[in-house]
């Protein structure tokens, strides 16, 4: 469950993922209700759009995203 406290963190991890990031936590991420958003009605919205609808569906689901592993090709 999300806490108030935790808001400032989730905006936080949303804001610094990019696109595909985004598009992987809508595949993945564990909602409490279903998330019915095509790949392609998501693949056609521009960044900050998928951002905004992702916090949304973690603040209405109360479940902060797993935070996404480091890209082993960004870091070497």
């Not at 019915?36 to 521009?46: I, K, S, W, Y």
């Not at 689901?61 to 890209?71: D, E, G, I, L, W």
């Amino acid at each position: 469950m999300i806490q108030s406290q935790q808001v400032e963190e989730l905006i936080t991890l949303v804001s610094s993922l990019d696109k595909p990031a985004l598009l992987r936590q809508f595949r993945d991420y564990p909602a409490t209700f279903p998330i019915d958003f095509t790949p392609d009605f998501l693949d056609r919205q521009p960044l900050e759009r998928l951002r905004h609808l992702f916090v949304a569906v973690c603040l209405q689901s109360r479940q902060m995203p797993h935070a996404p592993a480091a890209n082993p090709a960004a870091v070497a």
